[in-house]
Each structure stands twice: as structure tokens, then as C-alpha cells.
């Protein structure tokens, strides 16, 4: 069973950056889309941002526009997610997720639970002063 996990969330002020990182047990080339999805205080787990290496499409959730990029490094098996910009409505659970297909990047963000194959366990992010 492939394991992805997240490092690098933290306490920020706002107007500062974090980079997340996701290093996947097994081969990251194996996964078509990946994406990172975040669970706010009270809210449900919404898909931030996407991409499909087949496709070479990525999808950024509007709030996160501009100010958060997804890379990510087969050689490595690692998926990273730069932030910048933090607000304190980016306050929340990061989990980074991956999918075995191809994948219209949107729909996978979008759909989030019934097309992820698997996901890590997630890491804090708080963005306050």
C-alpha cells in the first residue's frame, strides 16, 4: 500500500509563505494527477489545486490564484505546494492526494473523495498574527 506524507506546515503571520512537501512511499510516476486539498475549521475538505502530467493541465482553486503553485518531482517521488501571499482563511488541514488515471485536472479537485486513490495524513497549516 503506497503511504503519501506531508511535511512542512507550520504557524506563519500572515503575508508569509510555507512550502509543503509530499514524499510518496512508492513511485510518484505511477500516479497520473495529484493534487492538494484542505480542510478548513468546520468545513468540509475542498480540492485546491490540481495537475495531470498527461494532460499537462492544472486547476487552482480561485481563492489560491496567483499565490500557490504544485510541482512535482518523479525522480524524487515528491509533490510540493509553495505558498505565498498566507491569509488566515488558508488556515487548515493540507493533505496531498494522487491519482492512479488520467484525470481532467478540475474534475479531480472538484470531485475530490470518489476518484482519489489514496491520500496522506495531512499537515496544519495556521496563519495568524
Known amino acids: 500500500q503506497v503511504q503519501l506524507v506531508e511535511s512542512g506546515g507550520g504557524l506563519v503571520q500572515p503575508g508569509g509563505s510555507l512550502r509543503l512537501s509530499c514524499l510518496v512511499s512508492g513511485l510518484l510516476a505511477d500516479y497520473s494527477a495529484i493534487g492538494w486539498f484542505r480542510q478548513a475549521p468546520g468545513k468540509e475538505r475542498e480540492g485546491i489545486t490540481c495537475t495531470n502530467s498527461p494532460y499537462g493541465t492544472t486547476y487552482y482553486t480561485d481563492s489560491v490564484k496567483g499565490r500557490f503553485t504544485i510541482s512535482r518531482d518523479n525522480a524524487k517521488n515528491t509533490v510540493w505546494l509553495q505558498m505565498n501571499d498566507l491569509k488566515p482563511e488558508d488556515t487548515g488541514v493540507y493533505y496531498c492526494?494522487?491519482?492512479?488515471?488520467?484525470?481532467?485536472?478540475?474534475?479531480?479537485?472538484?470531485?475530490?473523495?470518489?476518484?482519489?486513490?489514496?491520500w496522506g495524513e495531512g499537515t496544519q497549516v495556521t496563519v495568524s498574527s
Open positions: 492526494a494522487a491519482r492512479r488515471e488520467g484525470a481532467n485536472a478540475e474534475a479531480m479537485c472538484l470531485l475530490g473523495e470518489s476518484v482519489i486513490d489514496s
